[in-house]
């Protein structure tokens, strides 16, 4: 019987991808993990948007079991303005951390809480 190869932690998708422009100005931010994070030590962890270096409020949760992770902007994202993705210190299960990662998107005139009036 041959040993189960672990596979590398880390982030296997960002959305909105690396340099996309014209997203929704409320949009979340989606981060899909190859394992599970380990929430009891979620808190030690960086997931931010930044705009023009200062980051956004916001809120972070976690889905499918720790899988996916949700950035829900505290306020509308300002139009046209570089944003950032910056995540870091995340840890699976296993305790092992997943390299950084860094992300850049850049809203558009609109939000999706506007198109539903």
């Given at each position: ?41 979620f808190a ?57 990662v860094a ?15």
């Open positions: 019987m041959r040993a189960r190869t672990l596979r590398p932690f880390q982030v296997e998708r960002v959305e909105p991808p690396d340099g996309a422009t014209g997203t929704l100005r409320d949009d979340p931010v989606l981060l899909r993990l190859s394992e599970p994070i380990d929430v009891d030590r030690e962890a960086t997931v931010e948007v930044r705009e023009a270096e200062n980051p956004v409020p916001s809120r972070v949760e976690t889905l499918d079991g720790g899988r996916v992770l949700v950035w829900w902007p505290g306020r509308l994202l300002r139009p046209g303005h570089e944003h950032q993705i910056v995540v870091r210190g995340l840890r699976d299960r296993l305790g092992r951390e997943a390299p950084a992300s850049r998107f850049t809203p558009g005139p609109v939000a999706a809480v506007e198109l539903r009036s």
